[in-house]
Every structure is written in C-alpha cells, then in structure tokens.
C-alpha cells in the first residue's frame, strides 16, 4: 500500500487521505498484537547478567581483576537501547559451555599452588629494541615527543600468568600555552613488521620533577610471544607521550648512522624534537611479576581460608568453603538441599582429581554456571510479590554499580533494612556517591544516548583534513563526564537539553576551540552566556554518530531526539521506500534541506518525514566532526574528484508549527514546550534501565508519578533515582 502496489492498478485507487488512515490502522493493530505476545503483564522477567555485570561479578567475588568475559559472544540490544532487557538475554547449549570455560579458567588464576613463584624484575634505563619496520615514523629515545618513543625488550626468563607492576620513573618538560604530557605504556612483542601489544594505562605528568608512575596488569591478558618459535623473541615495553597539539609535524632528515660492529655507515631517518612541545624525560622502566603482597595471595584465602579443620574433616571443611562461597555468587544465604548437589560433586571429583585445590575449582566452576549465579533469580509464583531484602540488595547494585552487593550493603540485608523505604533512600544516596556509580553513569549514558554510534562512523579525511581519530574515545567520554557531573552537584536534567558550561578535557576542548583543562582527565569548563556547545545536543557524540562521516545526517540526527530526548521515536519507514540519491546530479546541486523537501513531495513519504526532517535540519549548522561551519562541502556527482560548496540551511518548521534557526533556537524551544515531554522520557528510559525490561501499559501510572515528583523537585536525577528504588514497580516481582 505505501509502495502504491496495492489497490491493483485495474482497482479503485485510494486517495492519499483513505491510504494513510488505512496504514496507520494496520500499523497500530499489528503493533497491539506484538506487545500483547510480547507483554509481561509489567513484572521483570528472569534476566541473565550482561557481558559488564559479568565481568564485575567475577571481578567482585573472585578478587582478581582479569578479562573474565573476553570470549563471551556480544550482548543484543533491546528495542529501547539497552543491553540489561531480560528479554534479549537470552542462553544457549553452547554460551553455556563458554561460561563453563571462563570459569574455569578464572578459578585457575584464584587457586594457587602451595608453592610460591619467583618474581622476575627487570630494570631499562636505555631504550634496547629498534623494533625494525614495526614501528616506522618516530625515532628512539628517551626523551618522548610526538617524534619519539621509548622502546625496551626482556628477552630473559619473564613470567607468563600473575599480575605485574610496571614502574616507570619520568618527569615532564612543561611548554607555556601547551597541555600536560601524556604518558601511555604498552606491552606486548615483534611479529616481524607486526607489533601486537595492548595499552596497559596511562596518565598526565604534570611535574617537571622525576616521578614514580606504577600500572598494573595480568600478563596472560597481553599479547605475548612464543619461547620457541618466534623470530623475534621478547616481551616489548613501549612507552609514548600521547600529547599532540595538532600543528603539522616537520619532515624527518636522513643521515648516514653508523651501527655497532660495523664498517659501513647506512642512511636512516632521523625525526628531530620538537622544541616548542612538551616532553617527557624517563629515567627508567621497571617491570616486576608476578607480584604479590603474601603468599596464598588474598584472593586465594578468601575461599581456602586457614583452618586445622581440613586436616580433620575434609568433607568438613570444603562444606564451608561450598556454603561461604556460593551466598556470595548467589547473593543471598543458601540451604542445605542446595548445598548438597555440590558436595556430592566434590566427592566424585576428589576421587579423580590430584589434590584437594584441583577438585574444588571444579566444584566451584560448577557454583559459576547455576542460575542462581548468571542470572538475578527472583522467584514466585503468578501472583505479584513484594521482594526481599536479598533481592531488593541484587536489584539495588545492579542497577546502580553493575556487580553484586558488597559486603555493606549484604549487611543492611541481613537486618532486614532495605525493606523500609526510608533506609532505602539513605542507602541508595551512599551508593550514588559511592565512586563504583560511574558503571551506572558509563552503562545508562552509552546505552541511552548511544554514544557509541561515533565507532561506527568513519570520518572521510578527503572532507575533514584536520580530523584526528584518536579524539574518539574522548567524545564516547564526554556525555558520560556531564550526566555525571549533573547527577553529583544535583543539578537539573534540564541542563541536558541546554548549560552554561561543559565537561572537557584537553584534546575536546581544542576541538572545540575552548580553553579548558590542560591534561586528559574531564573537568567543568564554563561557557560564555549563549554559547552553542552546551547540552548534549552540541556534544561530537551524537552529531558525528548521526552522520555519514562526509557530511551531517538530518534525518538520523531527528531520529535521535526523538527516540533519546523524548522518547517518541518514528515508526520505521515502510519497506521499499527508496533514500535520497546521492548521485544525483539535479538533487545533489540542493542543499539537505531542499533535497528532504524534493523527497517529501512522495505521498507515501510525507507523512513520517514531516514529523523528522525539521529535527535535524536546525541542526546542519554541524558537519560530521562535531564543529560549526559555514559552508558544506560536496562531491559532484558527475566528477568524483570534484568538489563544490553549499550554504548552511538550518531554518525548520517544526511539526507544531514552531520555527526555529539553529541549534540555539533548537535547545531554546526544548526548554519552553518540551521539557514535561523530556521529563517523561527520561524517567521511562531510567526506569526501564532499572527493572531490566521494557516498558508497557501497566507502567503508564508509575511513569505519571514518577514525572510529576521529578519536575516537582527541579528535574533532579538524584532524586529521580531515589524515587525509582523505592517505587512498587521495583520492589515487586
């Protein structure tokens, strides 16, 4: 019917009134089918932990901070965005085995052999590794610049599992008007003219006095090279200094280099320091492993804990460890009959297994893959009930830390608080406060507002020449460091919609062409009164994911406030129904906005496009790297390596009748006539976020309540949070 195939051509035609009542009719009637197959009569269904609350689980429980989850298959995303929707967790024969597998391989690393390891330690003063063709564009040194990096290679007897300790000694060489150095240490080994390697971590050096900065890691989670078979044997430590202040870079000049034993002097490159730039001067790079503070490691005792009791009771004592182990991964006190299915198992592994510590990491793998561990068990009958304090404690610090409860917060359990609403509030501010709430601010924010979607766009340089990929991460981290820096100063929501200042640090805010801080970490930096980039929808994050990396994208970038600002979100377009032809000549000569009206004149298009279009054209003011501009650039067409210019176009009519000019007039118009709609939308998202499922009618009375309680106490997301937790919606299974 959209497609005007439908009536027959030899049939009555229907009029562009009686088709669009027609599709809206059977849109919405089989819309009403899918959510009522899909209702859950407003209850949370059972719900697996995600791939993060996995990782923070084990991490949590077992005492080792190692990639638990790196070969578990990625999450799906639920209608509403999120990755914690019990609906699309789901479990398979074969995922079962990959957790059956990272169980027992994390297991191995907790339970240690009697014997302690030797800690291997070696000191670099001197870079000691060229590192061939691996590394082409920078010179060796220890004098670190955009030019420059340090290299070193252990070829000794290095461990191959624990943690390690790198110790690296440096200072900076500050330069006025310039940022901090940035230092970034990585580990890894030569393939050849290949150099796996990963980031162990980094951080400013702001003292122009020597320092002592330590990184830590497990070496098993590094690339590293074969001891028998590798042409280039030993692990690499490269140390850099990531600062850049995106001047262009001189050439390198060559020059005959003699090198050691040899006659015969060979041309090279040589990259000179820069002298107006900020340096790092090291001293020294220290590598330790496996490290350990005693020896069975923490981690280890905390589940074989000390006791004359395993010399004379073994069955005894592995009933304890069983019992004290599993109320914790179950998050909640177990029974008799629960125990015993594993002390049974034990029996039959001790029997088979060598020693005592090799049976009980199998029995404990087992503990890994119940239910009652991978997923929030919350059990009952057909009949709504209230949750108990265990339940309400799982509930509580998924939502806000993505882990299980600790042991504070299993205590308040214990005595029964978490059931009194008033208790309730004053936990649940000491966890928002709490520095584990970021997993709640990094969870909602990157799947709310999907700044993720900046990965999933590739900028064209051909179009943005001065463009720098590594300012990615940044962007993906500046809608995270304002939500954050809302929700703490208990600011209003509203400040997502338009603010008087932004979170920034060094590399965005030269992006942005703003003073701010001089170093990587995000602090507040406040905006001159009507400036453009306050509020999330001047931030890189959802103008460069809501483009084509050549150019903006009017309508993605509609889509997106529709759906993530005020949850109203277009129904997808009818199947067939052709885009905009890029490559044509007469439509590309139009600006966007032209093009979108030429494309509107379609019946069958109209209707949805005039309810989106005007969304995002007030926004073309911004091309796809996030910053203002006066001009677009286009190819033309009919000569790929022509290119032309357009004007900007960001006057709209917006589906109300309202008119608005640019991004200003945008957030202005938000503010006025719809910050009750924002308001709403944000308590549903937050709520669905909560309850680890979707939305429907039945919420329709909490979501009103909710709404009505924010707005009253000025849109405050502390508040907000706090309402949620202790609302019956959350409280009921």
């Not at 820069?274 to 340096?279: F, G, Q, T």
């Not at 490691?297 to 005894?316: C, M, Q, V, W, Y």
């Not at 945008?666 to 308001?679: G, H, M, P, T």
Request: hydrophobic content about 35%; proline content about 6%; aromatic content about 8%.
């Amino acid at each position: 019917i959209n497609r005007g195939e439908m009536p027959p051509q030899d049939e009555p035609q229907l009029t562009d009134a009686e088709r669009r009542g027609l599709v809206n009719w059977l849109t919405q009637e089989i819309g009403r089918v899918i959510d009522a197959k899909q209702s859950t009569g407003g209850r949370p269904v059972l719900r697996r932990l995600n791939r993060v609350e996995y990782q923070n689980t084990m991490r949590d429980l077992l005492g080792i901070d190692t990639n638990f989850a790196a070969n578990l298959p990625p999450e799906s995303v639920s209608d509403d965005g999120f990755k914690n929707n019990g609906q699309v967790l789901q479990m398979s024969a074969l995922q079962l085995e990959y957790y059956l597998d990272a169980a027992r391989s994390a297991l191995e690393k907790v339970i240690v052999p009697a014997t302690a390891p030797q800690v291997f330690r070696h000191v670099l003063e001197e870079g000691n590794e060229n590192g061939g063709r691996t590394l082409q564009g920078v010179g060796r040194s220890n004098v670190l610049g955009r030019t420059t990096v340090f290299l070193g290679r252990i070829d000794e007897a290095y461990p191959e599992s624990g943690e390690f300790l790198l110790r690296v000694r440096a200072r900076a060489e500050l330069k006025d008007q310039h940022g901090y150095p940035r230092l970034e240490v990585s580990l890894g080994f030569r393939a050849d003219t290949q150099f796996p390697q990963k980031i162990v971590g980094s951080a400013d050096v702001q003292s122009e006095s020597i320092r002592t900065y330590e990184f830590r890691g497990r070496i098993e989670d590094f690339p590293l090279p074969s001891r028998t078979q590798s042409k280039f044997p030993g692990l690499l430590i490269k140390v850099a200094n990531l600062y850049d202040d995106g001047s262009p870079l001189a050439e390198p000049s060559t020059e005959l280099v003699s090198e050691a034993g040899k006659k015969k002097r060979k041309r090279q490159k040589v990259w000179k320091l820069e002298d107006h730039m900020p340096k790092i001067h090291l001293e020294s790079v220290e590598f330790s492993g496996p490290v350990f503070e005693s020896w069975p490691p923490k981690h280890h005792t905390d589940i074989l804990f000390p006791s004359r009791a395993l010399e004379r009771n073994e069955r005894g004592y592995v009933t304890t460890v069983l019992k004290r182990f599993t109320t914790r991964a179950y998050r909640r006190p177990v029974t008799t009959a629960e125990l015993d299915p594993f002390v049974a198992y034990f029996d039959q592994a001790r029997q088979t297994l060598p020693t005592i510590e090799a049976a009980i990491r199998e029995t404990l793998a087992m503990v890994l893959v119940a239910p009652d561990f991978l997923y929030l068990m919350e059990p009952s009958g057909s009949e709504k009930r209230t949750l108990n304090d265990w339940e309400i404690a799982s509930r509580l610090s998924y939502f806000l830390w993505s882990t299980m409860p600790d042991e504070r917060l299993f205590t308040e359990a214990e005595k029964g608080a978490l059931t009194k609403p008033a208790k309730l509030r004053r936990i649940t501010s000491r966890m928002l406060a709490d520095p584990r709430c970021w997993q709640f601010v990094d969870q909602f924010v990157d799947q709310c507002l999907d700044v993720g979607a900046v990965d999933r766009v590739a900028v064209n340089p051909e179009f943005y020449p001065n463009w720098d990929d590594d300012l990615k991460p940044s962007i993906r981290e500046e809608a995270k460091h304002f939500f954050a820096e809302i929700l703490h100063q208990r600011h209003s929501a509203l400040l997502l919609l338009d603010s008087d200042f932004a979170m920034l640090n060094a590399p965005l805010a030269r992006h942005y062409g703003l003073a701010g801080p001089r170093g990587m970490e995000f602090e507040r930096v406040e905006l001159p009164a009507g400036h453009e980039r306050g509020g999330v929808l001047a931030q890189a994050s959802m103008l460069l994911g809501n483009s084509t990396g050549e150019d903006s994208h009017p309508v993605k970038r509609a889509v997106w406030i529709r759906a993530r600002l005020l949850d109203d979100p277009p129904a997808d377009p009818p199947p067939n129904v052709p885009g905009l032809d890029a490559d044509n000549p007469d439509l590309a000569q139009l600006s966007v906005r032209r093009q979108l009206e030429a494309h509107r004149q379609q019946a069958s298009c109209n209707d949805c496009h005039r309810g989106i279009d005007p969304w995002g054209i007030a926004l073309e003011q911004f091309g796809a790297d996030g910053l203002m501009r006066e001009v677009i650039p286009r190819r033309d067409p009919t000569n790929r390596k022509k290119m032309f210019e357009q004007g900007v176009e960001s006057f709209a009519t917006l589906p109300d009748g309202s008119s608005v000019s640019g991004l200003v007039e945008l957030k202005a118009y938000l503010l006025a006539a719809r910050s009750e709609q924002f308001a709403r939308a944000l308590v549903s998202k937050l709520l669905a976020y909560a309850l680890g499922r979707s939305l429907e009618l039945t919420d329709e009375a909490t979501i009103d309540r909710l709404t009505a309680g924010f707005i009253e106490h000025d849109y405050q997301l502390h508040y907000l949070v706090r309402q949620i937790v202790t609302s019956e919606a959350f409280l009921t299974k």
